[in-house]
């Protein structure tokens, strides 16, 4: 199994809202990532996961909680966001954080707040 | 923080034709990757060359990198219609590890 999976495909959220991105790879993959796009710009790194522990948070607001509670889990918790918050978010793995590892990406969710 | 540029940023060709995307980056870097992107969807990993490569194949994909230059390139060659995408160079870098995407070139082929 070669796929990232991500759920809910469509997510639209009021500012007040609490809500979470899902995503999940058996690929066996000890690196995980959140990444934030915005329409005809390219992915921008948000989170780093490497077995399971937060190794990279770039910046990110708090209304932005990610987790990871197994090795093939990942969630993003989102709670107060904007509508400047609104995008597509993706998630990826790779094999191990560190050099020459491709990315692996899931389809991503498309986030909308109203 | 976006690494670099790429260039040009959109790309309309005639089935049957190549096309050439070539990207710009500013650090030291491990590799350099490129990405393709289906309007709105995941992003798909084409080919890696690492910094000590000159040039790699893969099908109808040709890289090369010049790394005195900080620049790459990519050859998409007897393009199809279903290569109509967005392409994205990608850049590990030297210090983190971490992925810094170019700004990424539309490429429509026309049929």
């Known amino acids: 199994d070669t796929e990232v999976t991500q759920t809910p495909k469509h997510l639209v959220m009021g500012m007040t809202n609490k809500k979470s991105l899902k995503c999940e790879q058996h690929?066996?993959?000890?690196?995980m990532y959140w990444y934030k796009q915005k329409a005809k710009k390219p992915p921008e790194l948000m989170f780093v996961?490497?077995?399971?522990?937060?190794?990279i948070n770039e910046s990110v607001p708090s209304r932005f909680s990610p987790e990871c509670p197994n090795s093939s889990l990942l969630n993003l918790h989102l709670h107060a966001l904007q509508p400047e918050d609104s995008a597509l978010y993706l998630c990826?793995?790779?094999?191990?954080?560190?050099?020459?590892?491709?990315?692996?990406f899931g389809p991503g969710t498309r986030l909308t707040v109203l | 923080s976006q690494q670099g540029e790429e260039d040009p940023q959109a790309l309309s060709i005639q089935e049957g034709e190549n096309a050439t995307m070539n990207c710009s980056y500013k650090?030291?870097?491990?590799?350099l990757q490129w990405y393709r992107q289906n309007s709105g969807r995941g992003l798909v990993h084409l080919i890696l060359?690492?910094?000590?490569?000159r040039e790699k194949h893969s099908g109808r994909l040709r890289v090369t990198l010049d790394t005195s230059k900080k620049s790459s390139s990519l050859l998409i060659t007897a393009s199809r219609a279903a290569d109509t995408a967005s392409y994205f160079c990608?850049?590990?870098?030297?210090?983190?590890?971490?992925?810094?995407f170019g700004s990424g070139t539309r490429l429509l082929v026309r049929p």
């Open positions: 650090t030291s870097i491990n590799n």
């Open positions: 690929m066996g993959h000890r690196a």
């Open positions: 996961y490497s077995y399971e522990k937060l190794s």
């Open positions: 990608a850049t590990e870098e030297d210090s983190s590890y971490k992925l810094i």
């Open positions: 060359i690492r910094s000590n490569e």
């Open positions: 990826a793995s790779s094999a191990a954080e560190g050099r020459y590892n491709e990315q692996f």
